[in-house]
């Protein structure tokens, strides 16, 4: 089984600086991690994942995500803000098998100018 | 162009009337899935398909149905809406496990 949390529902960063969204999974099986944005009354987009290759993510907008497994972290970054960045969070994890991805419950990411 | 698409977007029904949401994409995926979106909550999983006439319950299936009968169809059916089903609905598909999901655009449903 999987599960996701996102640590903070809210975050709130100035313009330019850095932007650090947390997330801790777990899984009993070697996961597969995702992070999407949703922009307000739009659907989901995909940022990035890790599928088992490199555990430094690049995705795009210039996010990355690093995962670590001794942590079971895989938090997602962003040397500087932008105001366009301004939308809500959502990471996932999947197993091997199956069907299940299964989302954490999101952080709303703020940022000032 | 390769996209998941939902009708209708927006559906304003009344308790006990039932209501049909249909999703189709058209790139091929075994796997489809339809969740539902409240605040707070994140995403929640109803339903999911892993091919043509094969489906399961996701964490939140009460209330609902589905069906596939076509790999690029999987409508969700509520027989007698209530309240509580108030939420924005999302389909996906993917190919596989290790990929990510292609999320339609969304069904905002309001049942009074």
């Known amino acids: 089984a999987q599960s996701v949390t996102q640590l903070g529902s809210h975050v709130s960063v100035s313009e330019g600086a850095l932007v650090l969204l947390r997330c801790n999974y777990s899984?009993?099986?070697?996961?597969?991690l995702f992070w999407y944005v949703q922009y307000p009354n739009q659907g989901l987009q995909l940022l990035l994942k890790?599928?088992?290759?490199?555990?430094l993510v690049k995705g795009i907008n210039g996010f990355e995500a690093e995962f670590k497994k001794s942590e079971t972290s895989f938090h997602l970054t962003k040397p500087s803000a932008h105001m366009s960045d301004a939308a809500e969070y959502f990471c996932?994890?999947?197993?091997?098998?199956?069907?299940?991805?299964?989302f954490g419950a999101g952080t709303i990411l703020r940022v000032k100018s | 162009e390769a996209q998941v698409t939902q009708n209708p977007r927006y559906l304003i029904t009344v308790t006990g009337k039932k209501l049909t949401v249909t999703c189709s994409q058209n790139?091929?995926?075994?796997?489809m899935s339809w969740y539902r979106q409240d605040p707070g909550l994140g995403l929640r999983q109803i339903y999911y398909?892993?091919?043509?006439?094969?489906?399961d319950k996701g964490d939140v299936p009460e209330g609902y149905k589905v069906s596939r009968k076509e790999k690029r169809n999987f409508p969700l059916i509520l027989e007698s809406p209530s309240p509580n089903q108030t939420s924005l609905y999302f389909c996906?598909?993917?190919?596989?496990?290790?990929?990510?999901?292609?999320f339609g655009p969304g069904t905002r449903l309001t049942v009074t």
């Open positions: 996932a994890v999947s197993g091997e098998y199956g069907n299940k991805l299964v």
């Open positions: 890790y599928t088992s290759a490199a555990t």
């Open positions: 996906a598909s993917r190919p596989g496990p290790r990929y990510e999901q292609y």
């Open positions: 899984s009993s099986v070697p996961p597969y």
């Open positions: 398909s892993m091919n043509v006439e094969a489906t």
């Open positions: 790139m091929n995926h075994e796997y």
